[in-house]
């Protein structure tokens, strides 16, 4: 069962599914639903949020040390299997498992620039059409593809075909939402 939280100040937060940033004020109670991928997911009384994890430290008794940071590799060559285990951590804020095993992820290009980086872009998808989190997710994953060494460009664009169907899950995927 989620323990509650109380902020300790305002804070930034996206509002659950809509995408809207809004504020959350100091005193707000709030029950912390999952914390993948750097960020974190709260219930408060007037909905879902996702928080940025340099803000998880205003939620009182929170151990922001226990947070899932899954840094995709910054040392190193760049490397296509880079790229996906960058994309591996980012989650969809209401749903535990990764964007690559949910299957969202439809095309990834890797292209040497006239300098000598890389540009990688990427198409993917969202669970659903009307998610205004989508943007969030696309972004979360644009910097963290962008933080590999050698990447200087880095776009990920949502697209709409084929529409996503849960079919698409990985077997992993299956497993951790019990699928199996």
Known sequence: MASEHILSRDIPATVIPAGDTVTLPVGTSAYVMQTLGG??????ERGLFRIQSEDAD???????????????PVAGEFSEQAVWAAM??????????????????????????????????????LTAQGCGMGPTIAEDARRKIAA????????????????????MISPEGRKALGLE
């Open 88 to 125: 591996k951590t980012c989650f969809d804020p209401e749903i535990p498992v990764n964007i690559v095993d949910l299957g969202l992820v439809y095309d990834l290009s890797v292209e040497k620039s006239p300098a000598g980086g890389n540009v990688v872009e990427v198409k993917m998808t």
């Open 39 to 44: 960020s974190v997911t709260v219930r408060t």
């Open 58 to 72: 205003a939620l009182t008794g929170f151990d922001v040390s226990t947070l899932a940071v899954a840094v995709a």
């Open 148 to 167: 590999l060494p050698t990447v200087e460009s880095a776009k990920v664009h949502i697209v709409w075909d084929p529409i996503w169907t849960p079919q």
